[in-house]
């Protein structure tokens, strides 16, 4: 194993999280190949420079903190990466479901007080929000129960 390799592969990894597949990838570009790729990334595991765990954990915490991002998204990236079951399930106990319904609830009123000024067809402003929120990758049943309740707080104030 090329010991100049691994540690342009250790200080990738240590620049930020990756996955075995990132990892793979840029293994790639240095043409590393099969076997050798293989060793690499192992020994990069056991070093504890790559850790898919790691990874999904930092993935599924940031997204949600810094872009809103729901559940369903959150996964379906994870998924495309090509994270485990196990990974994903590990990362996605990041997102505390209080925060996780604070969160929506804040979004939808941001964008509730946006659109708002915009749009007076209170059916049609519902559409909106739901369409929002869900292009977000909030789960369906929790957009619509927190659309109502925003509509009811707005109805008794």
Same mark, same amino acid.
């Given at each position: ?42 020994? %990069?595991?056991?070093?504890?420079? %790559? ?26 990236? %994870? ?28 979004? %939808? ?49």
């Amino acid at each position: 194993m090329d010991r100049l390799i691994l540690q342009k592969a250790a200080s990738y990894c240590a620049y930020q999280e990756r996955t075995q597949d990132e990892v793979r990838k840029r293994l790639q570009k240095w043409e590393v190949w099969g076997d050798e790729a293989d060793e690499i990334i192992a020994e %990069l595991i056991s070093m504890n420079y %790559l850790s898919e765990e790691r990874f999904a954990k930092t993935y599924a915490g940031g997204k949600f903190r810094m872009k809103n991002w729901g559940k369903m998204k959150i996964k379906q990236e %994870l998924h495309r990466r090509g994270l485990s079951e196990y990974s994903i399930k590990e990362g996605m106990k990041e997102i505390p479901d209080e925060s996780y319904s604070a969160g929506l609830k804040e979004l %939808l009123a941001k964008k509730k007080e946006a659109l708002g000024r915009i749009e007076t067809d209170k059916f049609k402003l519902k559409q909106k929000l739901a369409r929002f929120a869900l292009g977000k990758g909030y789960e369906s049943e929790l957009v619509w129960k927190t659309i109502e309740n925003l509509e009811q707080e707005d109805f008794n104030s």
